[in-house]
């Protein structure tokens, strides 16, 4: 008898320890079970499993956070179609997407099969190689998160780094929220509804300029029955609370298809070099006292520098705070011994003003349009770990009123001039040298980091070259926030394309 209950304490204590096991053990079992039931509501695994190809088609508005033409509602809304058609099995992929909004107009189809890949820009009739490292099946995950689908069978294969987060409230439903680690080492919570076992979103970690660390939210709905799967009608995406995109979805599991519906006519298509996966950090001294500090804030992200007899005005905060420091550091080095006094905005979207807050820390003033204040200030009181966080000061402004501010010592003179309403954004500052017929400008004119042709032009630039003509600015050198510096013949070859270089 006495041998009996040691052996059922034994069992006993066995089983406990095999139930409870670590915290991470717990977590890792609490979050698969939330899985399972998330696949058996969705359709189950084997239904899931045996998907080899998907078209999926979305269709809708959106609403880019802090990249509309006003920093302020009412917005108006872009526009964009994708159809994406993905072989599982022999991980190849045809996407085409047409997209619009505030002055900018796009076409391209990718496709990727065996390992390689190209983009074909319709506009352009260009035909770019993707590098061989981006063609690879793990770049194919990021169109996994398209659907929840897919996303579940991504949390079955990756089950160890599954994890249990606990419970929340979505649209007035309790919530399971577990996490994993998806094949691009991207880290995804996935939100399940605790009635219907059913994905209501997935959430990823960014920093906001504004509001620090914030969620980027993809939310399905409307789920209806398609076979033996539940599919979301309805597609939404949010981040940091606000609505960006709203689509439609049209889905079809494993539809028949042959190898020619991943083809893509190629003919007329100029095929040009790859894009370099790296951008030199560099300081290009334009003239004396004039440079453009190119890739440090961040790769494509640009800054203009103009030292007068004692400041320097810095044209351009892009990228974030800890990319602006190396910009500040950058610009100290190539003109010593005098202060940052001035920061100029050329406009209020998110990735020109990133890296503002090292410039207020710096101790300059900020030089905008007046609607922009409110997103300045609100950027300035951000909850972020950099040093405006550890030393607090508010802004600072000078605006720019009548359309123009000019700042000279005699010696040096940069005018700050509105070149709005653009179809980019209502107010649009440049800054123009006339000593020097140096025009600096951002998201106006582009030229590409490879062998493609400049043109055809935006509207935004049709826009831009009208408020050049009307103004009276005839420059001969055009720095740019994103891209390397262009000459005016480039600018001109570009609007030829359009039949506007007259």
Known sequence: MRKLLILLAWVAGASAAATTGTLTEQSQVRARKIVDSAVAAIGGAEALQSIDIVRLDLKGETFPRLQMTTPDPPYEPGHFHETLLLDLKRNRLLLEQRTSGAGFDGHLTVSIADGEGTIYDHRAHTATPVPAEQASQQQFIQYYRRLPHLILRQALERANSLRYLGEDTFEGRRHHVVTFVMADTQQVALFVDAKTNLVSKYELVFTDPLRGQQASQIIFGSYASAGKLKVPQQWSWRFAGDLVARY???????????????????????????????????????????????????????????????????????????????????????????????????????????????????????????????????????????????????????????????????????????????????????????????????????????????????????????????????????????????????????????????
């Open 248 to 502: 439609r979805v049209d889905v079809d599991f494993d539809p028949a298809v042959t190898d020619r519906a991943f083809a893509v006519a190629s003919e007329g298509y100029r095929k040009v070099a790859a894009l370099p996966q790296t951008l030199e950090e560099r300081v290009e001294r334009l003239a004396d006292n004039v440079i453009v500090v190119h890739n440090v804030a961040n790769q494509n992200y640009n800054t203009m520098a103009v030292a007068f007899g004692d400041y320097i005005v810095a044209i351009e905060a892009p990228g974030s705070s800890e990319g602006a420091d190396k910009v500040i550091q950058k610009i100290k080095e190539a003109m010593p011994g005098k202060p940052i006094r001035y920061v100029a905005l050329t406009h209020h979207h998110s990735d020109h003003i990133g890296g503002l807050r090292s410039f207020i820390a710096e101790g300059a003033t900020v030089i905008t349009t007046r609607a922009n204040r409110g997103v300045v200030e609100t950027m300035a009181v951000a909850p972020q770990t950099d040093r405006l966080a550890r030393a607090p000061r508010k802004p600072e402004f000078l605006f720019v009123e009548g359309g123009r501010r000019v700042l000279t010592d005699g010696e040096q003179t940069v005018e700050l001039i509105d070149v709005g309403p653009n179809p980019h954004a209502r107010e649009m500052l440049i800054a123009w040298l006339p000593k020097q017929r140096i025009v600096f400008q951002g998201d106006l004119f582009f030229v590409p980091a490879n062998d493609a042709p400049v043109g055809p032009p935006q509207t935004s630039t049709l826009a831009f070259a009208s408020r050049l003509k009307e103004k009276g600015l005839a420059p001969q050198t055009i720095a740019s926030v994103h891209g390397r510096t262009a000459t005016i013949d480039e600018f001109r070859s570009a609007l030829e394309a359009s039949g506007a270089g007259n």
